[in-house]
């Protein structure tokens, strides 16, 4: 590393060698006891904002900037101290998701032409995750300080080119989704995090973990919704879990958990868990259900590796009941030995003569570091080989069934496109948005 005078200092647009810009980007906040305002220098080169451009769609390309996620995360930690802790401590990936949420309101209300009911949906998609942030415990000074941030962010990227029509569309803006966003977390009811312990761990296979817990007090989600859970093995990262057994008394719990690869969250939960640790559960949310209205109709189930979770969630809770409509269900894999759930699916069909299990796995064989071959128990329908799309689509257009879906995000998007294209009504699939 040079430290004088030379290429580097040259390409830095403060003229800093590499070590001074090294040092300038630390932040120091924590260590001085003041924070730093990552705001205070002018951007070199700032977004180009045309007048001609509508406001909202000019806040759009602010936000679009790669530098905002990192200028936003900075901003955020000098606007408040608890923004430190309610953040994970790389939140370029739930800014990301901010973005893109924010981009979807923006356009919409920008195309709405005055549509009252599609300005409305953008007011309920933000009640809907004022709900789900009511785990976040935020007050209002947090709602303000965020905005504030986030005003000064976008007029930081848009240097001169930052005018009134901007400042008055995003206050308005900010204000009508920030009270929406309040409504939706004072309409929660119910404590609004539940503490759980781990109580058991499974390891099935080499990247999926069951995991067992006891939680504090009940909570009462319906069969198919999912959980958001914080754990310890990555600080400040909530995820979406499915339990894979209905409410009960008891307040036992169980989640099914793959390692994907490269993931925030997931690594280290699978490597880490072990009994006596504390999670925090939040609020079910979610919409897969079995739509039980008579006369029944069947039903076709597709689950992907650990998409399995609500399906059976769903399927132990169809046992409680005298009458089921028929229930198909596709269980998909990798490798035959990662359908680490047969055994129990097979044992629930054998008690109901209403569920059909057909496995289904990419490759015919396990790999060789797979360990030893497990051999799959006997279903009424051979395992087939092939994606789960494919094998679903060669049996037909299952145009007469309520389908459900769940699994990865990839395996979704190629099985709804799949069976739409192969004559299933789109209106009868229902999956949970990844
Ligand atoms: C409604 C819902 C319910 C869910 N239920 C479960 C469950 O019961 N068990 C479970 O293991 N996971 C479940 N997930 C996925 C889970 O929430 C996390 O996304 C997953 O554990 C990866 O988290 P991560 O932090 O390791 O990876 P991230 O950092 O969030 O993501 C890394 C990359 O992996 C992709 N990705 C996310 N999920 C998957 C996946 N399942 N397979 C392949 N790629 C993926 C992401 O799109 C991203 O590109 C569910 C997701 C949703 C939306």
């Known amino acids: 590393m040079s430290s004088g005078p030379g290429p580097d200092r040259a390409d830095d647009p403060f003229g800093r060698s590499d070590m001074e810009r090294m040092v300038g980007d630390i932040d120091l906040g924590p260590y001085l006891g003041r924070p730093v305002d990552p705001l205070a220098e002018p951007l070199a080169r700032p977004v180009v904002v045309d007048p001609q451009t509508p406001p909202l769609l000019a806040l759009r390309d602010l936000l679009a900037d790669p530098r905002f996620p990192g200028l936003f995360q900075r901003a955020l930690r000098a606007a408040d101290p608890d923004f430190r802790e309610l953040f994970p401590r790389d939140a370029t990936g739930v800014l990301s998701q901010f973005v893109r949420a ?152 169980e989640f099914h958990v793959r390692d994907v690869p490269g993931g925030a969250l997931s690594g280290s939960l699978v490597r880490g868990v072990g009994v006596g640790d504390r999670w925090v559960l939040a609020r079910p949310l979610g919409l897969l259900e079995v739509d039980r209205t008579e006369p029944f109709r069947d039903v076709l189930m597709a689950a992907g590796g650990t998409g399995i979770a609500p399906l059976r969630c769903l399927i132990l809770d169809m046992m409680r009941h005298g009458f089921n409509p028929r229930v198909h269900l596709f269980y998909g894999a990798r490798h035959p030995g990662d359908l680490y759930d047969l055994p129990t699916l097979v044992d629930l069909a054998s008690t109901a003569p209403w569920l059909t299990i057909q496995p289904v796995s990419e490759e015919d064989v396990d790999p060789w570091w797979a360990g030893p071959r497990q051999d799959l128990p006997r279903t009424l329908h051979r395992r087939q080989t092939g994606t789960l799309v494919d094998v679903v689509t060669g049996w037909g257009a299952w145009a007469d069934r309520q389908v459900l879906l769940s699994g990865s995000p990839e395996m979704l998007r190629a099985t709804v496109r799949g069976m739409v294209a192969a004559g299933t009504p789109r209106e009868n699939i229902s999956y949970d948005r990844p």
Request: proline share 5%; hydrophobic share 40%; net charge negative.
């Open 102 to 253: 924010m981009t979807w309101a923006f356009e919409t209300v920008e195309n709405s032409g005055g549509d009252r009911a599609q300005v409305d949906e953008v007011v309920e998609f933000a009640r809907h995750l004022g709900a789900d942030h009511r785990k976040l415990e935020l007050s209002g000074r947090h709602h303000t300080r965020f905005g504030e941030a986030l005003v000064d962010t976008l007029r930081h990227l848009a240097g001169r080119g930052w005018d009134d029509r901007l400042a008055t569309t995003i206050d308005t803006a900010y204000r009508v989704m920030s009270a929406a966003l309040q409504e939706g977390s004072a309409a929660g009811q119910g404590p609004a995090r539940i503490g759980a312990t781990v109580v058991d761990v499974l390891r099935p296979t080499r990247d999926v973990v069951v995991v067992r817990l006891i939680s504090d007090v009940m909570l009462d989600y319906h069969p198919g919704q999912y959980l958001s859970v914080l754990t310890p093995y990555t600080a400040g990262v909530w995820r979406r879990l499915s339990p894979s057994i209905p409410a009960n008394p008891a307040c036992q719990i």
